[in-house]
């Protein structure tokens, strides 16, 4: 059984309807042989959550099709310094924070020094919440430095993440995933994300960002600066992350780790099955 951020959904249940999906899903989890998450730190938060025992859940890095990935040339970005959000565009993800702190960047820098790129999906229950950051950006500086790209194609997201400096998603709630990390790291593109969820673990396994403190804007600001100021340091955290994903990071990676986990079951079955017929055969005699 997968296991890839259900406790999001849980959370936002009301009472009596959490506690008690909650507790259907504690006595089901008995009956699962094995789990498998994307990350340590989901698997021990699940651990608790469904009171399970950690031996049972298995880690199996993320992978994504590094098809077209990280193919083109370095491109001459000196001006304006471009940074990138993708992914869906809600509270949780963590945008508001984000064009708070490219705010606070463009009130104290020359007009032309930032650009905010925002790509995404947008859901019908979310509109107003960007409609809200839109007003706010409209009536700040940024509102000459931003760009809504809205859902792209998968071509249209690689182009996308290759005209970055750096990319950030800083989300208010601990990520178990953060696949658009791996995303930017394939394409050389380093990040700037919270110190929470499954991102420490991904940075160091990747080499490829830097983290700040989490729903800061002003931390994330700075963490931003810092980057945009170090052009070295930006290179050599974006070329660590590509050579990481291209080397751990794939889909078939991935695909031969969740079959090691099922050939363990697979295998553990058999056993069990022979030792049982073994067990019956005794009996007969």
């Known amino acids: 059984c997968a296991l890839q951020?259900?406790?999001l959904f849980l959370e936002e249940l009301i009472e009596p309807y959490k506690s008690q999906a909650k507790k259907l899903l504690r006595e089901r989890a008995r009956e699962i042989d094995g789990f498998i998450v994307m990350s340590q730190y989901y698997a021990d938060f699940m651990a608790d959550y469904l009171a399970v025992p950690a031996e049972k859940i298995h880690i199996v890095k993320l992978?994504?099709?590094?098809?077209?990935?990280?193919?083109?040339?370095?491109?001459?970005?000196?001006?304006?310094?471009?940074?990138g959000y993708l992914a869906r565009l809600c509270p949780e993800k963590g945008l508001h924070l984000l064009v708070k702190a490219m705010q606070q960047?463009?009130?104290n820098f020359q007009p032309g020094a930032f650009k905010l790129k925002v790509a995404g999906y947008l859901s019908p229950k979310d509109q107003k919440y960007f409609v809200d950051i839109q007003?706010?950006?409209?009536?700040?500086?940024?509102?000459?430095?931003?760009?809504?790209?809205?859902?792209?194609?998968?071509?249209?997201?690689?182009?996308f993440l290759q005209s970055l400096h750096l990319l950030s998603v800083p989300t208010v709630y601990q990520e178990p995933k953060g696949l658009y990390v791996l995303e930017a790291l394939a394409n050389g593109v380093p990040v700037v994300q919270p110190r929470h969820g499954?991102?420490?673990?991904?940075?160091?396994?990747?080499?490829?960002?830097?983290l700040v403190e989490p729903n800061s804007a002003s931390a994330l600001a700075g963490g931003i600066l810092a980057l945009r100021n170090d052009a070295a340091r930006r290179k050599q955290l974006g070329n660590l992350g590509k050579a990481a994903v291209h080397r751990d990071f794939s889909d078939e990676t991935m695909a031969e780790a969740t079959l090691a986990v099922y050939r363990q079951y697979l295998k553990e079955s058999k056993q069990e099955k022979g030792r049982s017929m073994v067990a019956k055969e005794a009996a007969l005699t």
């Open 5 to 7: 951020g259900e406790d």
């Open 63 to 83: 992978g994504i099709n590094l098809r077209d990935h990280g193919n083109a040339p370095e491109a001459n970005r000196d001006k304006p310094f471009v940074v």
């Open 105 to 107: 960047l463009t009130e």
């Open 135 to 159: 007003k706010k950006i409209q009536a700040s500086r940024l509102r000459e430095a931003f760009e809504y790209a809205g859902e792209v194609t998968r071509t249209e997201k690689i182009n």
């Open 198 to 210: 499954a991102f420490p673990e991904l940075l160091q396994t990747t080499g490829g960002g830097i």
